[in-house]
């Protein structure tokens, strides 16, 4: 077996040095190379001719010619292999690796395309898996077909990093010509590559043409191959491709699916591309990508302009072929896949749209408020600061020149490298391990009994629904909705706030807030759930509600806008985000339902008459009436059960609430917290806002929110919480995240009057107290994400420990009625059971267990098996579905002894000798956990799904009024 590797160059001296050195490096070499220059204007040429000649290949191991910079690709390799005639040697097989000058190949690639042509001799053609270069870690390819429409498809999602997900090797319609390894007879037998397609789409034509004839070809991603696409990526100009690569490509597109498509299939393939290609013009024409549109159609007159030209490939290649042409339709793409495709463009299309028309409107909007504009002289608007790179043409350069955008991106890239510990499978903390798939959180909002411990009615939390609709919208990966909620908390809230602070900002001055202190509100926020420590903790219900927080409010402020649509979907939008926070710390509701309260009791003392108006007093009240609705099946079963202390814990598994008062004021929930002197600084600056005058009142409005919350909070502080298995005191997660909050707030709007105010008179000593609060605020976000960077401190670990057993886990897969009893503790200590069913105790099962009461009588009976085990005592586990018993680390001599002297006992293997484990020689019932299933719980499922609907129906904006307005003018 013999292999001639054939580079064809152009201006290539910016790869070719690693390029070469790929070659020329091969764990398995070549037996000759032959290079083709299409007379390149850099030092190629040299470059080859150097970094070959010092491998030691030359004479007859090496061949190198320059041909017109015209040359088409496949003329290329034609006159490559013309120079290094085939060897056929004692009928040895000779192999041609196609290499571009822009492709480098992993030392192991040769070597892995080679075994695999071993292993798999019938196939005549295959390819490596080619990742992105200079990156080294995207996926370009890992294959190729063609969709009806002659979309080249790859399978892989835009950006996908390699994590080894397509490593299976696989037939395949096509592969790149950059890493292609060919049979010589296989590639001259066919024609060579088609001349007709002189730099695009002749991989995906040689592939369709050989899988006709027969040939197999495979992708082997064993085998690696960088590729710089510099062509495609308009990198590199060639003669071939000019200013219009679009062109090229979609040329070559059509024309392959034209040149191979059965004949049966020829004249409805030809119209569906034809006026495909017009339809697609019309829409880069409504996305302004004139170009692009203007390639498009010239593509298409190309090709249907000449039909005999695709008559003659077509003939051609059948004139080529031995017999009939093989069935490659399980080769080809789909046939549902254009049309996604095609949605996705629609989709573009309307967002880009959608952004030209709201550009349209502030222009206009800017255009009728001339006085507005003058008046605010040298200062801009804050939307044009933070919006106009969007929709600029420039948008590129716009961005880089836009500090507020950059310095938000880099925020959001630190918070996600800062909380790089949430990647993967995460537990510890408050995180409990995720269930299997979404089924599982599925049938867990569907049931009203739980075969958990013994089996319990009480209602899954909340939040198990959307985190289950989550998981099914990420094809069942129930551990990237968990890491999904504690990377994106962070970025989401600092979202959220800016846009709170922008509308507080013009509620309060006509001018808005600066937008650099919008940025210090925004990113100080962001980091409350990190500095505080919840984020370290695991407490995701906390994360969650702070992420939520800043748009509920921002929804709860369309209340008092003057048109009374917009005050009516505020409080549908209000709704769903209060039920949506309520479902992870169902105190949010409760503090929503108390503030509505003070604030319509102050209105009916203030203003009698806004009482009268139902448009008034209405949206607030329905707000807050409709989140029982839309948590339903878990807010009535939580108080017909008697587990209304739930109402006052947070989601995720119980820890022990170590809030103090001086952690209340700092902002700091445990010791996993920021250090408390950013919190200190926070809260002066918050008494500091109440000196101007300016906004006094609104800071005040924000004090009394604080007060309200710490009130709150301090009277839960000396409650407890007698839970069935611990007594606790109620979450003040969310009462720290208000205070924060609302300190937040207050800094702004204080700091806002104060710089006005130096607008207006600027003594010198003035601006020096200004720039050395501005030096101590900043310190705060800079502070927090500086910590948050360098502290790897938290409760969170990749894998939960447990004492049982591999066996005994997967033993207790089969069913719940082959559950596990762990027994820890000793005689006189004392000890705790726990019985563990199918894949553990998950996320959504420990507040069930939490909430669900003791059973008295497995007591007694665990009680009689460590003290006075007998045969019955035995027996009753098996009744109750107890299949194994394990005595964790470690294991109390005393009560080992009686087991081991049990009969109904049978000694099993655990995990070290200080851990002991029996099996419950009975056998086992499947009916064991089962439960009633009440009519009832069918109907609250079905309120809770019209209720859902609804919200989201009367939320969203109505188009009735603009309707009318048009029939005004």
Request: hydrophobic share 50%.
């Amino acid at each position: 077996m013999s292999v001639t590797a054939l580079l064809v160059c152009h201006d290539g001296a910016r790869w070719l040095p690693a390029v070469l050195a790929g070659l020329t490096g091969q764990t398995l070499r070549v037996d000759r190379v032959a290079v083709v220059d299409t007379t390149s204007r850099d030092d190629s040429l040299d470059l080859v001719r150097d970094g070959l000649g010092r491998a030691g290949l030359n004479g007859s191991s090496l061949v190198v010619d320059v041909v017109p910079g015209s040359t088409s690709y496949p003329a290329a390799v034609r006159h490559g292999l013309d120079l290094a005639p085939a060897l056929g040697a004692d009928g040895e097989d000779e192999w041609v690796w196609l290499l571009h000058d822009d492709s480098n190949p992993a030392p192991t690639a040769l070597a892995e395309l080679l075994a695999a042509a071993e292993e798999h001799p019938d196939a005549a053609i295959l390819g490596p898996k080619l990742r992105e270069w200079p990156s080294l870690r995207r996926l370009l390819e890992v294959g190729l077909t063609i969709t009806g429409t002659g979309h080249r498809e790859t399978g892989l999602e835009r950006g996908e990093y390699d994590q080894g997900q397509h490593d299976a090797v696989r037939e395949v319609l096509a592969v790149n010509t950059a890493g292609m390894l060919v049979r010589r007879d296989v590639l001259e037998s066919l024609g060579g590559l088609d001349e007709e397609l002189p730099i695009f789409g002749n991989d995906i034509d040689f592939g369709w043409r050989a899988a006709l004839a027969g040939h197999r070809t495979l992708v082997v991603p064993q085998a690696v191959v960088f590729h710089a696409e510099a062509a495609h990526r308009g990198v590199r100009r060639t003669p071939l491709t000019g200013r219009h690569t679009h062109y090229q490509e979609r040329r070559a597109a059509l024309f392959t699916s034209l040149a191979n498509v059965s004949s049966r299939g020829f004249a409805w393939q030809y119209v569906r591309l034809f006026l495909g290609s017009l339809l697609r013009v019309v829409g880069y024409l409504g996305v302004r990508s004139v170009g692009e549109a203007l390639d498009e159609l010239a593509a298409v007159l190309s090709v249907h302009g000449r039909p005999r030209q695709v008559l003659a490939a077509r003939r051609q290649r059948a004139e080529r072929r031995v017999g009939e042409p093989s069935d490659v339709r399980r080769l080809l793409a789909p046939a549902w896949l254009p049309y996604r495709h095609g949605l996705d463009f629609v989709t573009d299309l309307a967002s880009a749209a959608t952004s030209q028309a709201a550009d349209v409107a502030e222009r206009r909007r800017l255009a009728q408020a001339p006085g507005e504009q003058a008046a605010r002289g040298q200062r801009r608007p804050v939307e044009d600061d933070e919006d106009a790179y969007l929709t600029d043409t420039g948008m590129v350069a716009r961005f880089f020149t836009n500090p507020v955008a950059v310095v938000l991106v880099l925020f959001g890239v630190l918070a996600i490298l800062a909380g790089r510990e949430a990647f993967g499978s995460i537990t510890g903390g408050a995180l409990s391990p995720v269930p299997v798939s979404a089924g599982d959180w599925w049938r867990l909002h569907a049931t009203s009994w739980h075969p958990l411990g013994t089996g319990t009615d009480v209602p899954a939390p909340a939040y198990v629904l959307p985190f289950a609709l989550a998981a099914s919208l990420l094809l069942g990966s129930t551990g990237a909705v968990v890491s999904g909620l504690m990377l994106l908390a962070v970025p989401f809230s600092a979202w959220g706030a800016w846009r709170l602070l922008k509308v507080v900002g013009r509620l309060v001055d006509p001018l808005g807030l600066p937008r650099w202190l919008v940025v210090w509100g925004a990113l100080t926020y962001a980091l409350v759930p990190v500095t505080s420590g919840a984020w370290g903790e695991g407490r995701f219900g906390t994360v969650a509600v702070a992420a939520l927080l800043p748009w509920a409010a921002h929804a709860a402020l369309g209340f008092v806008d003057p048109d009374r649509d917009r005050r009516w979907r505020a409080a549908w939008r209000t709704a769903l985000l209060l039920a949506l926070g309520a479902a992870f710390v169902p105190g949010f509701w409760l503090f929503a339902l108390l503030a509505t309260a003070v604030v319509l009791g102050a209105a009916a003392v203030i203003s009698p008459r806004l009482l009268r108006e139902r448009d008034s007093w209405g949206p607030p009240v329905a707000a807050v009436a409709a989140t029982p609705l839309l948590l339903a099946p878990w807010l009535l079963p939580l108080l017909t059960t008697g587990s209304g202390s739930g109402l006052l814990l947070e989601a995720g598994r119980l820890t022990v609430d170590q809030v103090t008062f001086g952690g209340l004021l700092t902002g700091r929930l445990n010791e996993l917290g920021a250090p408390d002197c950013l919190g200190i600084v926070l809260g002066v600056l918050a008494v500091a806002a109440l000196l101007p005058r300016r906004t006094r009142v609104p800071v005040v409005i924000c004090w009394l929110v604080a007060l309200a919350a710490a009130l709150v909070s301090g009277v839960l502080s000396h409650v407890s919480l007698d839970l069935p298995s611990v007594t606790t005191r109620p979450s003040l997660g969310l009462f720290v995240v208000i205070l924060q909050g609302t300190a937040i707030v207050a800094v702004a709007l204080g700091a806002d009057a104060y710089l006005r105010r130096l607008e207006e008179h600027h003594p010198a000593w003035q601006r020096g107290v200004a720039a050395a609060l501005a030096v101590v605020a900043a310190a705060v976000p800079l502070g927090g994400l500086g910590w948050w960077l360098t502290t790897p401190d938290n409760a969170m670990a990749r894998d939960a420990e447990t004492t049982v057993p591999v066996y005994m886990q997967q033993s207790s897969l089969l069913g719940p009625e082959h559950g596990v009893l762990v027994v820890d503790g000793s005689v006189e200590d004392g000890v705790t059971y726990r019985i563990r069913r199918e894949d553990g105790t998950t996320v959504g099962e420990d507040e069930i267990l939490t909430l669900a009461d003791e059973d008295a009588d497995l007591t007694g009976e665990v009680q009689a098996l460590v003290s006075a085990p007998t045969p019955g005592v035995v027996a009753a586990l098996g009744d109750r579905g107890v299949e194994y018993v394990v005595l964790a680390s470690p294991a109390d001599g005393r009560i080992s002894a009686r087991l081991d002297a049990t009969a109904g006992l049978e000694q099993a293997s655990a995990e070290d000798r200080s851990t002991r484990a029996w099996r419950v020689d009975r056998p086992l019932d499947a009916a064991a956990l089962d439960g009633p299933e009440p009519w009832w719980r069918t109907a609250l499922l079905v309120v809770q799904g019209l209720a859902v609907l609804a919200a989201i129906v009367l939320a969203a904006p109505t188009v009735r009024q603009r309707r009318e307005g048009r029939s005004h003018d």
